[in-house]
């Protein structure tokens, strides 16, 4: 029996964020939309006229690896960050699975990839889904802690030292969950090259991609699988920086032909396709006449919500620090009580919600990994829900603060 330890986020969420009259600045997507809403963002006028789902198609299992439309949707945002001049080949729809979610996808490269005797590097903190799956298959993880005062940026020197002869596979979350940090192009860039010189594979989870509100345009890097490298698996999903969580829609796309095949293989024991409804839903957000819209709604959305809580983590600097994100929808703030120490912060997260009705989560639970003092008084806050909410949720810390530990 494959022994899975607790995934610690997804059980925090699912006991707390039901709580009655919570103001959730846990969630991690951008403030989800309705298909109503969704119709409104697309620029083709006549389009509007015709129903974005046609409820006259069958119901049957459809493409298997999802429909071509939606792959060509998907392939087009990765061929815009493609360098020409080391690119093997620009990314096709062959290159791209369809998955049940990002989720799927980053179980299925682990489930399809990473056995016993491997060894996987990932970055710590992240999703606790990329290293305890790994783990759980029976490979050797060694994490790669990111550190607050490297801007949370991958240290390649670490990395080149932690190389074994067994590592199979890379694993980064690009940008980062729950720090909002971006990896540059340049470090992007050195991982991709210590991967190449060795023949590993690297895991680039992209889910916050492209949701860079607070880089200049110059400053964003390329999506990994545009640096030339075949070995690089990208996952994603509608969820995050789409802000459609609800339609499971995710993907898998890399350049090597055989680590397509052998996902493909793998996913016929877990799903047969995704449902078509969904597909339908997320190849319409992805066309070229409605993800400029979107995604800008998206991004104006961060943008203003991150001015509230960098003025709350400057109003509040006595007892709270962090590195202000520069991308995706979290931040991962630090909580010190009047004598300076960490707070306890699975207490802090209880009493606060218990109190104020604020939820979000323990650093040191959710993404410690059991390292004692890792993330002592971290909390994750997720900032890019409705504006309104996240004010009425920092007004009512603010006041928790003064009243406990200022």
């Known amino acids: 029996m494959v022994k899975i330890p607790a995934f610690e986020v997804e059980q925090w969420m699912d006991r707390y964020e039901n709580t009655p009259g919570v103001l959730n600045i846990a969630e991690t997507c951008c403030s989800s939309i309705?298909?109503?809403?969704?119709?409104?963002?697309?620029?083709?006028?006549?389009?509007?006229a015709h129903p974005l789902i046609d409820f006259s198609k069958p119901m049957t299992y459809g493409p298997i690896r999802g429909s071509d439309e939606l792959r060509r949707n998907i392939v087009a945002m990765y061929n815009e960050d493609v360098d020409t001049r080391t690119a093997v080949a620009p990314l096709s729809t062959e290159n791209v699975i369809v998955t049940q979610g990002a989720i799927s996808a980053n179980h299925l490269v682990f489930y399809s990839l990473v056995g016993p005797g491997d060894h996987v590097i990932c970055v710590l903190p992240t999703y606790q889904q990329l290293y305890s799956i790994p783990e759980s298959l029976g490979a050797e993880v060694s994490l790669w802690k990111l550190r607050p005062e490297n801007g949370y940026i991958p240290d390649v020197a670490e990395l080149d030292t932690s190389i074994r002869d067994n590592t199979k596979m890379i694993v980064i979350n690009n940008?980062?969950?729950?720090?909002?940090a971006t990896i540059p192009k340049?470090?992007?860039?050195?991982?991709?090259?210590?991967?190449q010189k060795h023949g590993i594979i690297v895991l680039s989870d992209e889910v916050y991609r492209?949701?860079?509100h607070s880089l200049e345009p110059g400053n964003i890097p390329p999506s990994a699988l545009g640096l030339g490298y075949p070995k690089v698996v990208v996952t994603s999903s509608m969820s995050k920086s789409w802000a459609l969580a609800g339609i499971r829609v995710g993907w898998v796309a890399s350049l090597d032909a055989s680590i397509i095949e052998t996902i493909a293989s793998a996913r016929d024991y877990t799903t047969i396709s995704v449902s078509q409804l969904d597909d339908q839903v997320a190849r319409y957000a992805l066309?070229?006449?409605?993800?400029?819209?979107?995604?800008?709604?998206?991004?104006?959305?961060?943008?203003?919500?991150?001015?509230?809580?960098?003025q709350f983590i400057q109003d509040h600097s006595n007892v709270c620090s962090w590195v202000k994100p520069t991308a995706g929808t979290t931040a991962f703030v630090q909580f010190k009580d009047k004598k300076g120490a960490p707070v306890d912060d699975e207490a802090f997260c209880k009493d606060?919600?218990?109190?104020?009705?604020?939820?979000?989560?323990?650093?040191?639970?959710?993404?410690?990994?059991g390292q004692a003092s890792s993330f002592d008084g971290f909390v994750r806050i997720g900032y890019v829900n409705e504006t309104?909410?996240?004010?009425?949720?920092?007004?009512k810390l603010g006041s928790y603060l003064v009243d406990n530990l200022e």
């Open 34 to 48: 309705s298909i109503d809403q969704l119709v409104q963002f697309n620029s083709d006028q006549q389009s509007n």
């Open 175 to 180: 940008p980062n969950n729950p720090t909002g």
């Open 186 to 195: 340049e470090v992007l860039a050195k991982i991709i090259d210590i991967a």
């Open 210 to 212: 492209p949701l860079f």
């Open 287 to 310: 066309s070229a006449s409605v993800r400029p819209q979107l995604l800008a709604r998206n991004i104006s959305l961060a943008k203003e919500n991150i001015q509230l809580l960098e």
């Open 352 to 369: 606060v919600l218990d109190k104020t009705k604020v939820m979000f989560l323990p650093g040191s639970r959710c993404f410690g990994y």
């Open 388 to 395: 309104e909410i996240l004010r009425q949720a920092l007004e």
